[in-house]
């Protein structure tokens, strides 16, 4: 998946892991998240990660809205020329399902 401004492609993320971690009467799934940040071409770019909304497909064709996976802080995402993979992590709590 890209992320885009403008129809400028900004990062390329890949999700590298998903796990069921178990909290104190509850359980939560964490994402991990592989970026790539795009060298700009004319001016740099930056997104701002608040959030992702975690939808569950089913081998039937089913679709259920899990809710919206949230990072402990704001990822900001810039381009520059030297382009580095960075990391992420997004969490969301089940026990409200």
């Known amino acids: 998946m890209t992320f885009n401004v403008n129809s400028y492609i900004v990062t390329h993320a890949s999700v590298a892991f998903v796990e069921l971690r178990a909290l104190a009467g509850a359980f939560e799934l964490h994402f991990g998240l ?14 701002a990660l608040h959030g992702a909304r975690v939808l569950l497909r089913t081998q039937a064709g089913g679709e259920a809205s899990l809710g919206v996976a949230r990072p402990d802080q704001v990822i900001r995402i810039r381009q520059t020329k030297a382009s580095f993979p960075q990391s992420a992590s997004l969490c969301l709590p089940l026990q409200s399902l």
């Open 34 to 47: 592989s970026l790539t940040p795009t060298p700009p071409d004319n001016m740099a770019r930056w997104v």
